[in-house]
C-alpha cells in the first residue's frame, strides 16, 4: 500500500511556465519534506512543513502543508531548465511501530526545457 | 569532503553472487538508514541504526543483513543475489531521533547502482 500519493508523475514544461505538484494521503502526518534528486546522486531536502495550514517559500518555490496534516503541495513561478529533477515528497508517522520511518512518494519527474 | 559516502557506485554481478556495500558518515549523526530505489524511483526504506542499535528492519529478505560498527558507518550485505535485488541502494544518515521520533532532514549518499544478471 501506498501511503504517499504524487501527482503528476511525469512533468514536461516549457522554461517561464508555473506548474504545481501534489502530494496526497490518508494518513495524518507529523511532518512532511520535499526532497529533489538529480540523476546520479541522491536526494537533497527542500524543505520540512510542519504545522497544518504552513507555507513556506523558497525562492520560487513555494510549499504548503495542508491543514489537517494529509497533504502537500509544491508550487514553482516560473520554472527554469535548472528545476529540472525529481521531486520526491516524504512524511513522517511518528506512531506505534511506525515510529522514526519516513515514507517517500513515487516522485514527479519534472522536465523544464529552454 | 563528502558527508554521507558510499561504495562502490558501481555494482555488476551475476545471480547467486554475495556482496557488499559500505556506507560512511563525517555529519556526527547518530541514525543510519539504507534505502531501496527501484526502476521507477520508488524510496522504501529497508534498515534504520540509531547509534549502533537496529530500529527499523521493514521486510526485507534475509539475504539482505545491515552491520554498523560504530554509528559512522553502516555496511549492507547481500547474500545469494538475485536480479529483482537490481536497484539502487541509498545510505542516508540524519540527527538523533529524539524519543524515536523522526526529525531534521536525511543526508543521502550518491547511491550504489546494483545489477544483477
Known amino acids: 500500500t501506498q501511503l504517499l500519493e504524487q501527482s503528476p508523475q511525469f512533468l514536461s514544461i516549457q522554461e517561464g511556465e508555473n506548474l504545481t505538484v501534489y502530494c496526497n494521503s490518508s494518513?495524518?502526518?507529523?511532518?512532511l519534506q520535499w526532497y529533489r534528486q538529480e540523476p546520479g546522486e541522491g536526494p537533497v531536502l527542500l524543505v520540512t512543513?510542519?504545522?497544518?495550514?504552513e507555507v513556506k517559500k523558497l525562492k520560487r518555490l513555494t510549499f504548503q502543508f495542508g491543514d489537517a496534516r494529509k497533504d502537500s503541495s509544491l508550487h514553482i513561478t516560473a520554472a527554469q531548465p535548472g528545476d529540472t529533477g525529481l521531486y520526491l515528497c516524504a512524511g513522517a508517522v511518528d506512531r506505534g511501530s511506525t515510529l522514526g520511518r519516513l515514507y517517500f512518494g513515487r516522485g514527479t519527474q519534472l522536465t523544464v526545457w529552454p | 569532503d563528502t558527508a554521507v559516502s558510499q561504495t562502490p557506485k558501481y555494482l555488476v554481478t551475476q545471480m547467486g553472487n554475495d556482496k557488499s556495500i559500505k556506507c560512511e558518515q563525517n555529519l556526527g549523526h547518530d541514525t543510519m538508514y539504507w534505502y531501496k530505489q527501484d526502476s521507477k524511483k520508488f524510496l522504501k526504506i529497508m534498515f534504520s541504526?540509531?547509534?549502533?542499535?537496529?530500529?527499523i528492519n521493514e521486510t526485507v529478505p534475509n539475504r539482505f543483513s545491515p552491520k554498523s560498527p560504530d554509528k559512522a558507518h553502516l555496511n549492507l550485505h547481500i547474500n545469494s543475489l538475485e536480479l529483482g535485488d537490481s536497484a539502487v541502494y541509498f545510505c542516508?544518515?540524519?540527527?538523533?531521533?529524539?524519543?524515536?521520533?523522526?526529525?531534521?532532514?536525511?543526508?543521502f549518499g550518491e547511491g550504489s547502482r546494483l545489477t544483477v544478471l
Open positions: 541504526y540509531n547509534n549502533k542499535e537496529l530500529i
Open positions: 512543513v510542519v504545522t497544518g495550514g
Open positions: 494518513s495524518v502526518f507529523s511532518s
Open positions: 542516508a544518515s540524519s540527527q538523533k531521533l529524539r524519543d524515536r521520533l523522526f526529525s531534521g532532514e536525511l543526508f
